[in-house]
C-alpha cells in the first residue's frame, strides 16, 4: 500500500487558475488550499474542486508558506502553486515513489516546464528549473528564503524525478511586467537588507549580461520569438531590481545605512 499524500496550496484571489491546480492532483489523499485573503470565489471554487479551505493571515512568502504546511494531515507533502500543474507522467513517478516508500529518502525534487504567452520554455535559464516540492513532514519539509522566491527544503537526502511539473506563471503579457516589477522590488530590499548597494554596472551591465546569457550561453534563441521575449523579460527584471536597490539607498538615511552595514558585517 502506498504512503498517504497531502497537497498544499498557498493562494490568493485565484478563482480562474485554481480548477486545473486541483484537477491535476485528484489522486492525493487530501487537498489543502491555504487562503491568505481572497476577495474572489477561490474559496468556492477550492471546495468544489474537494479541496479543504484554511484562511491564514499574510506574513509573507516564507512564514504563510510554512503556516500552510502546518495544516498538512499526511507526511509526504507535495506543495504546489495555483499556477502550476501535475503533469501526467510526474503524477506516475509521484505515486511510484510514494509506493516504494524509501525511508532513506527526504524529499525529490522536479524539473519546472515554464509557459510565456502559452508556449513552453524548454531552454535558457528557464529550463530545467528543478524544485524541491515532494517532501516529508517529518524530516522538516519548509520554506526558507527571504521576501520573494522562497525555497522548499528538507533534512536529509532529495532524489531528483524526471518528469515535469508545469508552470503558467502568467496570465498575460500585463501580468508578466507586474510580477516582475513586484518581484524586483521585493528582491532589492532583501539585498539591501544584506548589505548589498546600487551600481551603475548593475543598473545598465548586468542586464545585458542576462539577456546573452539566457539567449546565448543557454540556448534560449531555440525556443525562437518567445525565448527572446523571455530573455527580454529576465534581464529587464535586472534591471528593475538595481533600479530599485538604488532608490531604496537613495531614500535611507546616512544613520540608518551605517547601522545596516554593522549589522551585515
Known amino acids: 500500500m502506498r504512503a498517504p499524500l497531502s497537497v498544499v496550496l498557498l493562494v490568493k484571489n485565484e478563482e480562474d ?27 468556492r471554487v477550492a471546495r468544489l474542486g474537494g479541496a479543504r479551505v484554511e484562511s491564514i493571515g499574510w506574513e509573507g512568502f516564507v512564514a504563510s508558506r510554512n503556516r500552510a504546511l502546518a495544516e498538512a494531515h499526511h507526511d509526504w507533502v507535495l506543495v504546489l502553486d495555483a499556477d502550476e500543474r501535475i503533469s501526467p507522467a ?20 522536479m524539473p519546472r516546464l515554464s509557459h510565456f504567452l502559452s508556449r513552453p520554455v524548454r531552454h535558457g535559464t528557464w529550463y530545467p528549473d528543478f524544485k524541491m516540492r515532494l517532501g516529508r513532514r517529518s524530516r522538516g519539509l519548509r520554506a526558507e ?25 502568467y496570465r498575460d503579457l500585463s501580468d508578466a511586467l507586474r510580477k516582475a516589477s513586484t518581484y524586483a522590488r521585493l528582491g532589492a530590499q532583501d539585498r539591501f537588507d544584506r548589505g548589498a548597494r546600487g551600481s551603475a554596472s548593475a543598473l545598465f551591465f548586468r542586464p545585458f549580461v542576462e539577456f546573452f546569457r539566457f539567449l ?11 525565448g527572446f ?4 523579460l529576465h534581464s529587464f527584471s535586472y534591471f528593475l531590481r538595481a533600479a530599485f536597490l538604488l532608490e531604496i539607498q537613495r531614500r535611507t538615511p546616512v544613520e540608518q ?9
Not at 480548477?19 to 470565489?41: K, N, Q, R, W, Y
Not at 510526474?90 to 525534487?109: F, H, P, Q, T
Not at 521575449?229 to 527580454?232: D, E, K, L, P
Open 145 to 169: 528564503g527571504g521576501r520573494v522566491h522562497e525555497v522548499m527544503v528538507v533534512d536529509g537526502p532529495v532524489e531528483r524525478l524526471v518528469a515535469p511539473l508545469v508552470h503558467h506563471p
Open 90 to 109: 510526474l503524477r506516475d513517478e509521484i505515486l511510484a515513489v510514494l509506493e516504494k516508500d524509501d525511508a532513506r529518502i527526504s524529499g525529490y525534487r
Open 257 to 265: 545605512r551605517g547601522r545596516q552595514k554593522e549589522i551585515t558585517t
Open 229 to 232: 521575449h523571455v530573455a527580454f
Open 216 to 226: 546565448v550561453l543557454r540556448a534560449g534563441f531555440l525556443d525562437g520569438l518567445v
Open 17 to 43: 487558475r485554481l480548477p486545473g491546480a486541483l484537477a491535476s492532483v485528484a489522486f492525493a489523499d487530501e487537498i489543502v488550499v491555504a487562503d491568505t485573503g481572497s476577495t474572489d470565489e477561490t474559496a
